[in-house]
């Protein structure tokens, strides 16, 4: 108007820019972002926010754009697409003139807004407290998180406030977009005095400390870590240019044994399928130029480990899962470290490569060695599960279940690294996987729990005048119960529930029997473990040892239980009790549980009739799962092996713990052999002997695992341990 205007108004950032409708509805505006949006623009919509209209339907809106925004995997994609734009504006400033420009010059504000948003971007669709407008407490989120160091965070701020100071105090004076420093002295000491400072000098110099310090960690944010003009030394040219097929067909091989690969033709039997093969034709031209930069940087890394070839196979198969999701191929080119780790792990482990293959989207865990190669203990395990959930909708339970996936793949590939370093011993790695199950376990138990009690209420009963709550527990056998689970180990679980009394049913608006209540949460809770999600399967599950086994009800009561072990349980069912411990659920059950198992366990026996049951049960096993390859050892079946000291472990429990009740306190194999020894049930050499061989046995185990081969050696190996073992039970369980 005459008077002026009461703001600029710039609409260019809406869908298609100017040639865009002004308006548009929620549904195109989805559809617009989902199948044309452009880097830039969720740049952009990390500062969006309604501020006028419905509340309601701004909130929608916002919801709208989130997956837009931050993507639900960690995407490196991110710290390119900001490098190119950074790059176009460096162009712009340089051709124009503008390196004095405070907002888009070299160490200006725009460079800040680019550390702390590159991180948004790449982060925020799993660091929920990342979701924020303002820079200032982004960067403060991002030292928490340990993205950045705390002094570094610290110093970007001070210097973000600098530069924004000086942007108001220039743009005070005629109050317009200005963001170039004057060049005239007059206004040069209007602004240093504006500033708090004597002179132009003054101001000048801390300006440029600051803009100096942000330039720099730029430049180490947004370096591109695997850049193509990258100078190589003269011996890895060939490697080079082996990758990039200008080596003749009858020399490759010749290259690849100079730089260590002892089967050159089945590594360039794989090399010529990446370059050529299904994995370059559906990868997409930014994916083509991505593998074809991967290669030599993994040809290269795979020659320094101990078995090239196998390694660079591990590596290729990998590849050739990921090729299409350019994301996962931009952090391996965008990270170093998580390139170095993934060649190292790929090398130690075919079990871990597999691992990888299947869920590339642990690749992210690969950033961080500090935390790669640290277990977490079991309440930060707890904690971190919760704060994953806390970032889902509570009714989604198809997020949930790939989140407890993604968790507990996650928390295995950590023990798995540290075990294969060295960093962990054996007997904490089986401590470290029991740990993660029974976290999960304890999970899932909680979610399934409120589904079913949101359907129809608690389950209870009426003893009296008083209606009790009827609870649930879960029961672990076998490894798991001995806290000796393995890599791809399934769980043995028992369910049981309790309360024996009138009126057993729920107390919801459709209310159901107990029994019907418990069955279907026991079926959901084994339908959340062993569903086949895009995330994978949790664990597989094994319900045989509940009492008559398949034909017997998935979830009895604890009563029930209790007669049916006294009863009717054969003695290999007295057996495994030996290594049965409660895992979730009630407490008041799982105190009645191990109130069963003592009774159960210290009963009186004939111990002749019990070293025949044994005998005749370890001896149909060694039948029908033992070895029946010509000089091989099947380390847990065969004779001498683990399921002889296990077996004996279960006979002396059995046999003893009725004069020596302290001996039910435990479940695992190992603490059991000390009891037998410090009650002189045993002789200590012979405690010596079987504990030593079972740890040799479980460690083999272990590293055959992560191998992704069975349990079965060359019959001479381990072969001291084997006879020690088989003298003990000639000794115990035959004379």
Known sequence: TAEGFVFRVDM???????????????????????????????????????????????????????????????????????????????????????????????????????????????????????????????????????????????????????????????????????????????????????????????FERELRRHRRLVHEHFQQVFSAPQATDQETVPEQDELDDLCAGSVAAEQEAEVLRRHGYTDPEETARWLENLRSGSAMRFAGQRGRAQLRRLLPLLLHAAAEQEHPDETFVRLARLLETIAGRTTYLTLLLESPMALSQLVRLCGASAWLADMLARHPVLLDELLDPRSLYRPMARETLERELEEQFRALPPDDLEQQMDALRHFQQMAVLRVAAADITGALPLMVVSDELTEIAEVVLRKVLQIAWAIMVGKHGEPGYRRGKRRLSAGFCIIAYGKLGGIELGYGSDLDLVFLHGGTGDEQHTDGAKPIHNEQ??????????????????????????????????????????????????????????????????????????????????????????????????????????????????GRFDLKQDPGGIADIEFMVQYGLLAWSRDHPELLEYTDNMRLLDGFAQARLLPPEDVACLQEAYKAYRARVHRLSLQGKTAAVDEGELGEERACVTRIWQRLMED
């Open 12 to 202: 260019r950032l809406r869908p298609f820019g100017d040639s865009g409708p002004l308006a548009m509805s929620f549904s195109a505006l989805e559809e617009y972002y989902q199948s044309q949006g452009r880097e830039w623009e969720r740049y952009a919509m990390i500062k969006a926010r309604p501020i006028a209209g419905d509340p309601q339907e701004g909130a929608e809106l916002m919801a709208l754009l989130r997956p837009f925004v931050y993507r639900r995997y960690l995407d490196f994609s991110a710290f390119e697409s900001l490098r190119d734009l950074k790059l176009q504006i460096e162009r712009e400033i340089a051709r124009k003139g503008h390196q004095d420009n405070i907002k888009l010059g070299p160490g200006g504000i725009r460079e800040v807004e680019f550390i702390g948003q590159a991180f948004q971007l790449v982060r925020g669709g799993r660091e929920p407290a990342l979701r924020q407008r303002e820079l200032q407490r982004i960067l403060a989120r991002l030292a928490e998180l340990s993205l950045l160091p705390a002094y570094i965070a610290a110093s970007l701020n001070q210097a973000y406030r600098f530069l924004r100071r000086t942007e108001n105090r220039l743009q005070m004076v005629r109050d317009g977009q200005v963001h170039r420093l004057p060049a005239e002295e007059q206004e040069r000491v209007r602004l240093a005095f504006a500033m708090g400072f004597a002179d132009w000098a003054a």
């Open 517 to 630: 209540f418990f069955a279907r949460l026991g079926q959901r809770i084994i339908h959340m473990l062993e569903t086949l999600t895009p995330a994978g399967v949790l664990y597989e599950v094994d319900m045989r040892l509940r009492p008559s086994g398949g034909a017997g009800q998935l979830v009895p009561n604890v009563e029930a239980f209790a007669d049916y072990q006294q009863q009717e349980a054969w003695t290999w069912e007295h057996q495994a009790l030996v290594r049965a411990r409660p895992v979730a659920g009630e407490p008041a059950i799982a105190e009645r549980f191990v109130e069963i198992r003592r009774a159960v366990l210290a009963r009186p026996r004939d111990r002749q009739e019990l070293r025949t049951a044994v005998r005749d049960m370890r001896a149909r096993m060694r039948q029908e799962l033992g070895s029946r390859a010509v």
